[in-house]
C-alpha cells in the first residue's frame, strides 16, 4: 500500500471505474487517505448503476479505458450525452499511453488523461486540479454579444441556449474570456488553469479549443470568437456579434 496524505475532513467523492482490483485498491486507499470518499466499479454495468443514483453522484470519475464490458471511450461519450453527468469531471486512465488514445479521449470529453504507470501523487494533483475547476463560483455573468458564460451555473449560452462543455471545457472558455482580446500562449492557458504542466508535443489544449468552437461558434470552421494567432497561441475577441 502507497503511503497516503493525512486529510482531516472529506474533500468530495471520486467513482473509480477500473478493473485491476490491485490498482483500484491502492488507489481507494490512497485518495481515502486525503479525505475523499471512494467508490470502485470493476465493469462499465456497475459504473452505470452507480451514476444513476442521481442523490448519490460522485464529484469526479477515474476511468480505465479498457475495461471488461466495454471501452472508456465509448462511456465517456455516453457521460456527455446525459444532461445530469455532462459536468462531470473524467480523468481518464489507459495502459496504452499512446498520443491517440489521449486525443480521442479529450475529443470524446474527458477532462484529462494519465498513462499508466503513473505515481499516485500525481493522480492525487490532477484529481484536486479538475475538482478545483468545478468548484462552485460567484453569481457573475460575463456577455460578449449573444454569448453569456454564467459563473454561478457553470455554464456558457448562446442565444439563451446551453452549450455543450465539459466542467474542464468551460474553465479553459472562462480562463480566455477573462483574459479578452490578449493572446493568450498554451503555455499561458495550461498556467491560468492550475493543472499539469505542458508536456512537449501535448495537444490537448487545441483539442480542447476543438470542442468549445463546435459548442459556441455559429460556424466552427471559420471561427469569430476563439481566434488563432499563428505562432503565438489564441486570443478571445473582445467585441462580438457586431459590438
Given at each position: ?10 474533500a ?6 477500473d478493473?485491476d482490483?490491485?490498482l483500484?485498491?491502492?488507489?481507494q ?12 466499479a470493476p465493469n462499465?454495468?456497475?459504473?452505470r ?11 469526479l470519475v477515474i476511468l ?8 472508456g ?5 455516453l457521460?456527455r450525452?446525459e ?19 489521449r486525443v480521442?479521449g479529450?475529443e470524446?470529453?474527458?477532462d ?7 505515481e499516485?501523487?500525481?493522480l492525487l ?6 475538482l ?7 453569481a457573475?455573468?460575463?456577455r ?7 459563473l ?28 479578452a482580446?490578449?493572446v493568450?500562449?498554451?503555455d499561458?492557458?495550461?498556467?491560468a ?5 505542458l508536456?512537449a508535443?501535448d495537444?490537448?489544449?487545441d483539442?480542447?479549443?476543438?470542442r468549445i468552437r ?6 466552427p470552421?471559420a ?8 505562432g503565438?497561441g489564441?486570443v478571445?475577441?473582445?467585441k462580438?456579434?457586431?459590438?
Open positions: 500500500m502507497v503511503a497516503s496524505p493525512d486529510s482531516g475532513r472529506s468530495g467523492q471520486v467513482l473509480i471505474v478493473d482490483a490491485r483500484a485498491d491502492m488507489l486507499g490512497y485518495l481515502g487517505g486525503a479525505g475523499f470518499r471512494v467508490m470502485v462499465l454495468t456497475q459504473a448503476s452507480q451514476l444513476a443514483l442521481r442523490s448519490a453522484l460522485p464529484d480505465d479505458l479498457m475495461l471488461p464490458d466495454g471501452d471511450l465509448d462511456f465517456c461519450r457521460l450525452a444532461p445530469h453527468l455532462r459536468a462531470l469531471p473524467v480523468l481518464m486512465l489507459s495502459a496504452r499511453g499512446e498520443p491517440l488514445d480521442l479529450l470524446l470529453g474527458a484529462d488523461y494519465l498513462p499508466k504507470p503513473f499516485p501523487r500525481e494533483a490532477r484529481v484536486k486540479a479538475l478545483r475547476r468545478g468548484a462552485p463560483a460567484t457573475e455573468t460575463l460578449f454579444g449573444r454569448l453569456e458564460i454564467d454561478g451555473e457553470r455554464v456558457a449560452r448562446l442565444s439563451g441556449q446551453v452549450c455543450d462543455l465539459t466542467s474542464h471545457q468551460f474553465e479553459l472558455l472562462l480562463v480566455m474570456a477573462r483574459h482580446g490578449r493568450m500562449s498554451r499561458q492557458i495550461m498556467d488553469l492550475k493543472g499539469h504542466p508536456e508535443f495537444r490537448s489544449i483539442v480542447h479549443i476543438s463546435a459548442a459556441i461558434e455559429d460556424d470552421k471561427p469569430k470568437r476563439v481566434l488563432t494567432v499563428r503565438a489564441y478571445f475577441a473582445r462580438q456579434d457586431g459590438e
